[in-house]
């Protein structure tokens, strides 16, 4: 029965890490860059939602839409000022200028917002049956995991039935080519992070209602672990980022749970670890061999 | 000598130049003219900058993306301490003390490198980065499990994976003394770091970096970066370079560390985190990729560069993440190269020369 | 282009494994045997049954229409691909389960055909990369810089330069090797391969992207380096006129097969050849 509660809020953290590492891995896919500013993106989404509700006491599901409309936009601004100018540069520039911007966009939280925790009310209001609570599932958990499998079976549709989604698909295995037929290749970047930052949005929502923390630094960690679970799947593939996630979660809540709670996270960097030696491009990743 | 390669030009005017701003700030110091903040942050900087030109040694010159080098300074820095303090009565002598532990930290740095650059060399690219990331972190964590103590029996260490143990379970002599306290880390450490100490650990740095880059091992991990392939073709074994340039880096960065933790008080894991490593690589790739005086000067000026925005108080971190995203764009942009290279003429120059 | 160069070329006589070597090779054992060589790429059988040897001092040319699997025959030799059948002798000692590196210490250098130089390294560098096994102090010894690291040194530096006179290249010594112009590119790489001391040379499309009186100054040369260094070379190359020129033997590949290996005479007559590059005749 313990077993079936950790299970449970392991499903749930690792749902919230999946939609996290969505975003990760379809920026990759496409822009070949680590945006280590996702993290937080999905600080600023759960603060706007914060906001939205507390100050403004907008209904919880405007207030999500509007954390989305936010990141969507601050996402969209990210790339064309900060990562479009440097797209010929090495991978290397791109990754110190993604660290600046998270730094901005921590600091720039910590001066709107202030440095003090604030406690974020569950967007979540509605109570399961007595007999699923006993299970030790939360209604936060259920939503979660459900928004998660929406978000991938939406997006697996779009990425690969609509023309965006094609003209997604296509700039990621040859920008060059993709251009010569006739896509816009900034135009197509730019629609990527609009998508990505959204989910990031929901992803912060959700994480805040599950774990009610929200301060500059909230987004940073969890980044860094969807980051983990989006290269333990497979870098630029949207199923091994589903699947790196789930696992990744389920992993740190059973090691918080039965092994050490200090070292869950070690945990969690070690099987990724042993994964990677394994399979060197991750569980779903595909493999390109260096032409001679 | 005028015939002189470009190359000993170059690392010589290095050494000189770290020399001469060590007499001049060793002067100021010992005739009380720097504020105690400037006076403090001395040691810090050796500290940072043997990082820097480590790390470089890493990402520049062996092409590998690493982003876990503050583990090694971790490593390095908690090995020196329960050094230092354990040693305290057998080598009454503060310098040799300070050699002996700056060694061990390396050593302890050297012994985790192995560790982990066996297994991780294997990757390629972004894998290889964030299973350096993946190592940091873990690393933090077990140091944050580590209870250390000494007395007249010796060292006593003990891991608190259950996280339910604390020093008392060492039961050490009244004698005794704890040297690291689990997550409070190390704890009443002897300060014996100094910044000439710093500066002979740079200049040993240099010459250990900059004579490895010309020599035959420093071209065949350049080799190895510029094509994988081809490096084979010659003959070169790739795992053995990597990872001399990956532990060669590792123990630099575990005697950084070392002086380090010997310059405070006390002294917690996460002190070396995984933005203490994107901070030393920030300063690698302003620096320049394999230049290794510019990230001695980019170590500098960024390491003082939240102390000088003081007066923007409460935006000052906001101020730098904004110098740093400029600075990139400014220098990684063509257009915005090209319009610097017609303003500064020989700007132009000096970046043929990376 | 069609006067003959016979100086150069021994007379060629057949081998029981149906192969052809120089007649003045026969006493020695042969630099290179391979037999029934073939890797598979899933399902598709790149190379098959790919039967050679070459002499210790032959110059030899690898044809056959573009996909034939030439390049892939240069990287089983050099086991940038592991075979997946067969077996390759070099000097009559088996290769099997070694790796690129251990390759070239037992005597096999290469080009390639998108060239591969240290492009952030100078041109001297790149021939010093080449005598890394030449030099002989250790890594500590060179960060303290021992009398043996300068005297090493030294002696590495007046060799690379002997190399780069070769092609004439020796005031490119301090130019950045990505800088060079595409030929002095191609040349450079052969003097790295050279710098390893080999025993065989495997040359993929040396002329390639070369005026004709390059390539002439080239097969000048290669000729030459064989005849200093007393070294086999194996050419890949689409200049007829280079192979044909100086190729002793030449093996034609088709669809990862050898259709023949004979003299330049021999293969310019022969329908097989013929068929493969052009088509059966109606």
């Known amino acids: 029965m313990v077993f079936f509660t950790y299970l449970i809020s392991g499903i749930s953290l690792g749902s919230v890490y999946a939609i996290i590492a969505l975003g990760y891995t379809m920026v990759y896919g496409i822009a070949k860059m680590l945006n280590f500013a996702h993290g937080d993106v999905i600080m600023v989404g759960g603060y706007v939602c914060y906001i939205a509700l507390n100050s403004l006491g907008l209904p919880a599901v405007l207030a999500v839409l509007l954390s989305m409309l936010a990141c969507t936009v601050l996402g969209v601004v990210i790339e064309g000022l900060a990562y479009r100018p440097l797209r010929q540069a090495g991978s290397l520039a791109v990754l110190i200028t993604a660290i600046g911007v998270s730094y901005f966009l921590q600091n720039a939280a910590q001066l709107i917002w202030g440095a003090t925790p604030k406690n974020f009310i569950s967007v979540v209001h509605f109570n399961l049956p007595a007999g699923l609570m006993r299970l030790g599932l939360s209604s936060e958990a259920l939503i979660t995991v459900l928004v998660c499998i929406i978000i991938m079976a939406v997006l697996t549709a779009f990425v690969n039935h609509s023309k965006l989604g094609k003209a997604m698909r296509a700039c990621s295995e040859d920008k060059g080519a993709a251009q010569l037929m006739g896509i816009n290749v900034n135009r197509t970047i730019s629609m990527t992070f609009a998508i990505g930052s959204a989910l990031a949005a929901i992803a912060g929502v959700l994480l805040c209602s599950s774990y009610p923390v929200l301060q500059p630094t909230t987004g940073s960690m969890p980044g860094i672990k969807a980051f983990t679970a989006a290269v333990f799947g497979g870098i630029g593939s949207i199923p091994g980022a589903f699947i790196g996630g789930l696992l990744l979660g389920i992993i740190e809540s059973l090691a918080k749970a039965y092994i050490s709670t200090t070292l869950a996270n070690s945990i969690v960097f070690a099987v990724l670890i042993v994964i990677l030696l394994v399979k060197p491009t991750g569980l779903l990743g595909k493999y390109a061999p260096e032409k001679v | 000598m005028k015939n002189l390669k470009k190359t000993t030009k170059v690392d010589l005017a290095t050494y000189i130049g770290v020399t001469v701003a060590f007499l001049i700030m060793y002067a100021l110091q010992t005739g009380g003219h720097l504020t105690s903040s400037i006076s403090g942050q001395l040691v810090p900087i050796c500290c940072f900058i043997v990082m820097a030109v480590s790390l470089n040694l890493v990402v520049g010159i062996s092409g590998e993306l690493s982003l876990g080098h503050a583990g090694f300074m971790s490593v390095g820095a908690f090995g020196g301490i329960i050094a230092a303090q354990s040693l305290a009565e057998t080598i009454p002598s503060t310098p040799l003390r300070l050699v002996v532990a700056l060694a061990v930290g390396a050593l302890c740095a050297v012994v985790v490198g192995f560790v982990v650059g066996v297994p991780v060399l294997r990757l390629r690219g972004d894998y290889l980065a964030i299973v350096t990331l993946a190592f940091g972190q873990i690393i933090k964590d077990l140091i944050n499990c580590l209870l250390v103590g000494y007395d007249s029996h010796g060292l006593h260490i003990m891991f608190n994976i259950s996280g339910l143990k604390s020093i008392n379970d060492l039961h050490l002599e009244e004698t005794g003394k704890a040297i690291i306290k689990g997550a409070q880390g190390a704890v009443g450490v002897t300060k014996i770091s100094s910044f000439p100490a710093g500066f002979i650990l740079v200049m040993l740095t240099l010459v250990i970096v900059l004579n490895l880059i010309r020599s035959r091992t420093g071209r065949a991990i350049m080799a190895i970066r510029d094509n994988r392939i081809a490096a084979e073709s010659v003959g070169l074994n790739i795992t053995k370079y990597k990872l001399m340039a990956f532990v060669i880096s590792a123990a630099l960065a575990g005697a950084a560390g070392a002086l380090y933790g010997l310059n405070y008080g006390s002294l917690v894991a996460s002190r070396f985190d995984f933005n203490t490593s994107i901070l030393v690589l920030v300063y690698v790739v302003l620096g320049g990729l394999g230049n290794i005086w510019g990230s001695i000067i980019a170590t500098v000026v960024l390491y003082m560069l939240p102390e000088a925005l003081r007066q923007f108080s409460d935006y000052r971190m906001l101020v730098y993440a904004i110098v740093l995203i400029l600075v990139m764009l400014a220098t990684n942009n063509d257009q915005l190269k090209a319009l610097l290279g017609k303003i500064i003429p020989h700007r132009k120059e000096a970046a043929g020369n990376e | ?282």
């Open chain 3, 1 to 282: 282009m069609n006067e003959k160069r016979p100086s150069h070329k021994g007379k060629m006589v057949p081998l029981p494994t149906n192969s052809i070597i120089p007649e003045r090779d026969l006493a020695v054992t042969p630099i290179l045997e391979c037999r029934h060589l073939g890797i598979d790429f899933g399902g598709l059988r790149a190379v098959d049954d790919f039967n050679l040897t070459i002499g210790r001092t032959e110059i030899a040319g690898l044809i056959g229409p573009n996909g034939a699997g030439k390049t892939t025959v240069f990287n089983l030799l050099t086991k940038v691909y592991q075979p997946t059948r067969g077996t390759i002798l070099l000097d009559g000692v088996d290769t099997a389960g070694k790796t690129t590196a251990q390759i070239n210490h037992m005597g096999v250098a290469r080009t390639f055909q998108n060239i591969r130089l240290f492009g952030n390294m100078s041109v001297m560098e790149n021939i010093l990369v080449g005598l890394h096994g030449e030099m002989n102090y250790s890594t500590l010894s060179g960060v303290l810089r021992l009398p043996s690291f300068f005297r090493s040194e030294r002696i590495a530096r007046e060799r690379a330069m002997e190399l780069l006179s070769i092609f004439n290249m020796e005031d490119t010594a301090e130019a950045l090797a990505g800088s060079l112009p595409y030929g002095a590119q191609r040349r450079l790489e052969i003097l790295r391969a050279l710098a390893t001391n080999p025993s065989l040379l495997l040359l993929d499309e040396p002329a390639a992207g070369m005026n004709p009186s390059e390539t002439a100054e080239l097969m000048e040369n290669i000729v030459k380096i064989r005849d200093t260094f007393h070294i086999a070379v194996m050419l890949i190359e689409h200049d007829m006129n280079l192979v044909m020129g100086i190729c002793e033997g030449i093996c034609v590949l088709n669809f990862g097969q050898v259709i023949a290996k004979g003299t330049a005479e021999d293969i310019q007559s022969n329908p097989v050849v013929i068929e493969a590059y052009l088509g059966k005749q109606q």
